[in-house]
């Protein structure tokens, strides 16, 4: 929480950069011991709102300080790689500072770029930047969806191959315009369809949307190699009980569903502490009394993952009588499927073993909290 004072009135953007951080250093670590060069590429980088010169509390600057640290360890294990990194960025005077930035402080063991343009103008040039075979991890970070997040507007991306994504989808914004009239092409390209979310709950009308696009998103990647995957980080506002945004990551691979989901689960009593402490602050600026223990609230609060009793029931019916061993391909599919964490199937799994109603027929030992193996592939059945 050390860099949470340059945040202040913009708290999302730290549980974002947070995510950002987590997930990049894992992805770095696991292909750079498989391949020669990665690329990063930040479609939308800034900087914007930020409030340190050494750019710590923007993508940029997180990025680059990652790439570096992955680049140094990969180095003393013995992987020599080559890591490549482009910003985009439209605004003249950011862009301006991005490439001071970068012409300054770029470690001299890191490759940067920066384009200035609009994103959906420098596709072509983005793509000619990354070339055909090197692994990419693409950052879609805008500040609207309006020719971002649509499908076609994605496609030219979504049909390379090694390429991972994580997109910043701007929930306020789409839920506004998704039952707009006049908006229905936009829709359309964005959804596959014009979503008919009447009678639906809030909440309802949130998953529906998203499962919707996370759906398209994977219908559209190029048929053979890996199977499509997507997973997801809900980003609340800081003081308010509402979405802000969603960042919906694609993969090709069931690891990375895995090491997504293990990074966006540690977030989770980061985000939770980050929303306690806000509203906090705001409330002692409003009443200028001290008030609650925001350690207290933030263990207390509530989310909308499965009760244990639902990821119980749920494992109940991914199993049989018979055998199956459970890996991180079948994690993966659970995880996608229920946007609910690793510690929730293993601590449902746990009580269902002291219930005598499941198996793990390769647990020797007696376990504590993991209580399937899932990278040794567990033979596990119901009893
Ligand atoms: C939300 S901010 C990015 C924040 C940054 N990724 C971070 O986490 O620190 C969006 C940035 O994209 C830039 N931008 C907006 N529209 C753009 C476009 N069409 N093409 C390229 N950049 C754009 C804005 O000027 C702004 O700097």
Sequence with gaps: MEMLAHYKGREQAYIKHRLLEAYLERFFMIVGQHQRTI????C?????????????????????????????????MGYNVNFRALYIEKNKKSFHKLT???????????????????????????????????????????????????IPTLKPFLQRENSEFLINFMYDFILRAHSQKGLECDIKA??????DTKGMTSKEREAHLLLRYRTHLKYHQPKGGGKPRSAYVSVLDPAKNRTKYHLV???????????????????????????????????????????FDFMTEAYDEKDDRGSLSAVKSFWLSQLTGVPQNFGIEQLADMLEQTGWFIRDFQQAFGELLTEGKVENLDM???RRTRFVHFDKRERLRKT
Excluded at 48 to 76: H, Y
Excluded at 190 to 195: A, K, L, M, S
Excluded at 273 to 282: G, I, W
């Design 190 to 195: 964005i959804f596959g369809e014009v979503p």
């Design 249 to 291: 990551y694609l993969t090709r691979h069931a690891k990375g569903v895995e090491v997504f989901m293990d990074a966006s689960e540690k977030l989770d009593l980061i985000q939770k502490t980050v929303r306690a402490k806000t509203k906090q602050e705001r409330s002692e600026e409003k009443t200028g009394q001290s008030g």
């Design 100 to 150: 001071n930035f970068l012409d300054v402080r770029t470690p001299a063991i890191i490759e940067t770029d920066a384009k200035q343009g609009e994103f959906f103008n420098l596709r072509p040039t983005i793509l000619d930047w990354c070339g055909m075979r090197d692994f990419t991890f693409f950052f879609i970070d805008p500040k609207g969806w309006k020719n971002v997040v649509e």
């Design 364 to 366: 020797t030992n007696k």
């Design 39 to 42: 690329c990063y590429v930040d």
């Design 44 to 76: 939308f980088a800034g900087p914007w709102e930020e409030s340190c010169d050494d750019l710590m509390d923007t993508s940029i600057g997180i990025s680059l300080k990652v790439m570096a640290r992955c680049k140094e360890t990969l180095l003393k």
